[in-house]
């Protein structure tokens, strides 16, 4: 069994940055992926970033490439840094992982994550 916590959520004012954390803890394996999705008010949740933990290759949504950057640490805590937040950025963030490889459009399959954490809010304010 796979434990996902987010931290790092809050109120932030449009322009500012926001370091989110996703701790994992349990059995874990080295074929992880692990992504980061989002979901609005009202909207479905969606994809936004993804880090295979074998080669830390990574991969983003088209919408916040060049805001968002995903990285992980030895300690297995995945992090989701957003720069120049925007009101639309305003949503839960959940962290997932899938138990296997994932490339390009498959991170966008939410099937294929097996974990989720409980999310973490980002507000945004104009």
């Known amino acids: 069994q796979v434990q996902l916590v987010e931290s790092g959520g809050g109120l932030v004012q449009a322009g500012g940055s926001l370091r989110l954390s996703c701790a994992a803890s349990g059995r874990t394996f080295s074929s992880n992926s692990m992504g980061w999705f989002r979901q609005a008010p009202g909207k479905e949740r969606e994809f936004v970033a993804g880090?295979?933990?074998?080669?830390?290759?990574t991969y983003y949504a088209d919408s916040v490439k060049g805001r968002f950057t995903v990285s992980i640490d030895n300690a297995k805590k995945l992090f989701l840094q957003i720069n120049k937040l925007k009101p639309k950025d305003t949503a839960v963030y959940y962290c997932?992982?899938?138990?296997?490889?994932?490339?390009?459009?498959?991170?966008?399959?939410?099937?294929?994550?097996?974990?989720w954490g409980q999310g973490t809010q980002v507000t945004v304010s104009s």
């Open positions: 997932a992982l899938a138990p296997r490889f994932l490339r390009g459009g498959a991170y966008y399959a939410e099937r294929l994550y097996d974990y």
């Open positions: 880090m295979c933990w074998s080669d830390r290759s």
